[in-house]
């Protein structure tokens, strides 16, 4: 099982960033995907998370409205994107996978890739 992140970097307060996460070794298509970050000295938090076939979407309340999650199940892959980002967003994002339905709990998942750092400064 791999799930790789792609896509961090530095953006400016307001600008746009698309992370990637491209998953292998599992049936990725029955799995919730979520995406989850980690600021210095702070708990990892559920930002978004999408169900199976994508017609169900989780989002925290300090990123709704800008961000938006999304799947493709023939390419093995799930998305974040990330508008009008914020210094408060700074974080390692990761993305992960459970076999619950569209949860937004840490110990509910079952794979997680190896973060890609976002940084929002300018």
């Known amino acids: 099982v791999q799930l790789v992140e792609s896509g961090g970097g530095l953006v400016q307060p307001g600008e746009s960033l698309r992370l990637s996460c491209a998953a292998s070794g599992f049936t990725f298509s029955v799995y919730t995907m979520g995406w989850f970050r980690q600021a210095p000295g702070k708990e990892r938090e559920c930002v978004a998370a999408i169900s199976r076939t994508g017609t169900g979407t989780f989002y925290a309340d300090t990123v709704k409205g800008r961000f938006t999650v999304s799947r493709d199940n023939a390419k093995y892959a799930v998305y974040l994107q990330m508008n009008s980002a914020k210094p408060e967003d700074t974080a390692v994002y990761y993305c992960?996978?459970?076999?619950?339905?569209?949860?937004?709990?840490?110990?509910?998942?079952?794979?997680w890739g190896q973060g890609t750092q976002v940084t929002v400064s300018s």
């Open positions: 992960a996978a459970s076999s619950k339905f569209l949860t937004r709990y840490l110990s509910d998942y079952d794979y």
